[in-house]
């Protein structure tokens, strides 16, 4: 995912012109099929490359190629509001087996895929403090809510989509790279609830003034 620079270009472009008032629909049509084919291209060399580093995919999986395709379109998929749809994690581990190595991949991407979550709604929090008049008790007992936050996300994330999973042989072990995604919508709900209901414990914050930290 990393050869992806035209593409990301593309994606930017594409989004630039959903959110302009004067664009016309064709012209959006058109740009969205060209970004959908430079994704093709991109994710059938990337394919090619890690079909050289050793990498295969197991009997009823998708093609890699049509596995990174899926996965980069997934990134670059925003909603009618300009926020993206998903967060998107990847994770790899080496093990003795394929499915000891699985399970730590998974486990990986999903810790980077709560640490992104944390970075973007630590982000929202510190803003909505800034913009609300909170005394300094109130505005630390957010800070050590969002201190608590990623463990307690972690634990309540539901079910992650799994949108790339291949592995190579290491050796005598066996290596595996996945990539999750989580719905962004979903992901903020959690988030909220998880920080609302700390900060009903622990700051004496009343639900006007909570409701406003959690403007996002």
Same mark, same amino acid.
């Given at each position: 995912?990393? +050869? =992806? &620079? #035209?593409?990301?270009?593309?994606?930017?472009?594409?989004?630039? $012109?959903?959110?302009?008032?004067?664009?016309?629909? *064709?012209?959006?049509?058109?740009?969205?099929?060209?970004?959908?084919?430079?994704?093709?291209?991109?994710?059938?060399?990337?394919?090619?490359?890690?079909?050289?580093?050793?990498?295969?995919?197991?009997?009823?999986?998708?093609?890699?190629?049509?596995?990174?395709?899926?996965?980069?379109?997934?990134?670059?998929?925003?909603?009618?509001?300009?926020?993206?749809?998903?967060?998107?994690?990847?994770?790899?581990?080496?093990?003795?087996?394929?499915?000891?190595?699985?399970?730590?991949?998974?486990?990986?991407? +999903? =810790? &980077? #895929?709560?640490?992104?979550?944390?970075?973007?709604?630590?982000? $929202?929090?510190?803003?909505?403090?800034?913009?609300? *008049?909170?005394?300094?008790?109130?505005?630390?007992?957010?800070?050590?809510?969002?201190?608590?936050?990623?463990?307690?996300?972690?634990?309540?994330?539901?079910?992650?989509?799994?949108?790339?999973?291949?592995?190579?042989?290491?050796?005598?072990?066996?290596?595996?790279?996945?990539?999750?995604?989580?719905?962004?919508?979903?992901?903020?709900?959690?988030?909220?609830?998880?920080?609302?209901?700390?900060?009903?414990?622990?700051?004496?914050?009343?639900?006007?003034?909570?409701?406003?930290?959690?403007?996002?």
């Amino acid at each position: 995912m990393k +050869k =992806i &620079n #035209l593409f990301v270009i593309s994606v930017i472009t594409l989004t630039m $012109l959903f959110a302009h008032p004067f664009v016309v629909a *064709q012209s959006s049509k058109e740009l969205k099929k060209e970004v959908k084919s430079r994704a093709l291209k991109d994710a059938r060399k990337e394919a090619k490359r890690l079909g050289k580093d050793g990498y295969k995919v197991n009997p009823g999986q998708l093609p890699m190629d049509k596995q990174l395709e899926k996965s980069w379109m997934m990134a670059y998929e925003f909603d009618d509001k300009g926020q993206k749809k998903y967060f998107i994690a990847d994770g790899t581990s080496v093990g003795e087996t394929q499915t000891a190595a699985k399970l730590q991949a998974y486990e990986v991407a +999903k =810790i &980077n #895929l709560a640490g992104q979550i944390e970075t973007e709604i630590a982000g $929202l929090v510190t803003t909505n403090i800034g913009n609300q *008049q909170l005394s300094s008790d109130e505005a630390a007992s957010v800070t050590q809510t969002m201190g608590q936050f990623k463990s307690k996300l972690n634990q309540q994330m539901g079910r992650t989509l799994t949108i790339f999973e291949a592995y190579k042989p290491v050796g005598k072990n066996t290596e595996v790279r996945v990539t999750i995604a989580y719905s962004t919508e979903e992901a903020l709900k959690i988030a909220k609830n998880i920080i609302r209901e700390d900060l009903k414990k622990t700051s004496g914050m009343d639900d006007q003034k909570i409701s406003k930290v959690l403007e996002f």
